[in-house]
């Protein structure tokens, strides 16, 4: 359970992290939003997905 709460965490502090980000810039489409926020949450995804991470890994701890 842990474990799922720091990938969870992880997910949404990128998530809102690049939402803010282009929001702060000026930009209020939610759709664009949206998909700026699912770009960066991919490579967390990436991340948990590979077996050979120790941290997040499917394997991993």
Do not use: C, H
């Not at 929001?23 to 926020?37: F, H, I, R, S, V």
């Not at 590979?50 to 941290?55: I, R, S, T, Y």
């Amino acid at each position: 359970m842990e474990q799922v709460k720091a990938i969870a965490s992880s997910w949404a502090r990128s998530f809102m992290a690049a939402a803010l980000a282009l929001y702060m810039a000026g930009e209020t489409d939610p759709k664009t939003l949206a998909m700026a926020g699912a770009a960066a949450v991919a490579p967390v995804i990436l991340r948990w997905l590979n077996p050979k991470d120790q941290a997040f890994g499917l394997l991993g701890k």
